[in-house]
């Protein structure tokens, strides 16, 4: 088993560094939800709600994979979308994440 240390910014500004586990196929959402962090996460991580809407800060060593259509579209619908939108239930936990910087979008 590996943990990562990821970097949650949340809409306050307070920074909360989270340790989550590579070998369980978490993604960024849950994470955030397992810490308690006001992440809806309304569909299940089935990219269909964008309640779970991040912007990626800094990816550390990562490369990232390409957003899904499913991502995109649903991006396309979300307000506040930046270059570096993501949607955190699309980001699963891998070792070279380790160090990420993720903040979350404003709602609404």
Do not use: W
């Not at 959402?29 to 269909?48: D, F, N, Q, R, Y």
């Not at 309640?51 to 550390?60: D, G, I, K, N, R």
């Not at 979308?81 to 994440?97: A, I, K, P």
């Amino acid at each position: 088993m590996s943990d990562i240390k990821v970097t949650i910014i949340d809409r306050e500004g307070n920074a909360h560094e989270l340790v989550g586990p590579t070998d369980m196929n978490m993604n960024i959402m849950e994470l955030c939800k397992s810490a308690e962090l006001p992440v809806e996460g309304t569909c299940g991580g089935m990219a269909m709600c964008a309640s779970c809407h991040c912007y990626v800060e800094a990816t550390a060593a990562a490369d990232l994979s390409e957003k899904s259509d499913d991502e995109e579209d649903m991006l396309d619908e979300a307000f506040h979308v930046e270059d570096n939108s993501r949607l955190g239930c699309q980001l699963h936990l891998r070792d070279d994440m380790d160090g990420m910087v993720i903040r979350l979008a404003p709602v609404g």
